[in-house]
């Protein structure tokens, strides 16, 4: 799942509303509920939906605090991918910022700054080296 993740992440760089696919979002909202990889599945594919996925925000925002590192990850990547609409997992977001995980933690502020650039403000971005 790690690998889903990274190719995600770095596919998500050249983002654009016209290039999202069109997705089932009910389908893939039903999917949230299911096992670790059914849900990434499902986030996968919301964010590849882009604004197209607004309607999942509030059935993504509890994934955020997910035992499963890549699933917090990814919840943060759908967000992001989603962008304004998705101004309701702010708050939830911000504490993400705070996770063991770097990337994780990188991948909330990028959603953050996707979302609603002022509020990151005066956020110092660490740059992590192991």
Do not use: H, W
């Amino acid at each position: 799942m790690a690998a889903v993740s990274f190719l995600l992440f770095a596919a998500g760089c050249g983002k654009s509303e016209d290039a999202a696919k069109a997705v089932d979002v009910n389908a893939q909202v039903a999917q949230l509920k299911g096992s670790n990889d059914a849900q990434a599945n499902a986030l996968s594919e919301l964010a590849a939906g882009g604004p197209k996925s607004a309607s999942a925000v509030k059935d993504i925002i509890p994934l955020l605090k997910s035992e499963d590192t890549v699933i917090r990850r990814l919840a943060a990547y759908a967000l992001y991918q989603i962008g304004p609409a998705a101004k309701a997992a702010v708050p939830d977001l911000k504490a993400l910022m705070q996770d063991a995980d770097p990337s994780t933690a990188t991948t909330a502020i990028n959603a953050l700054n996707a979302i609603d650039p002022s509020s990151t403000e005066g956020i110092k971005v660490l740059n992590v080296t192991q």
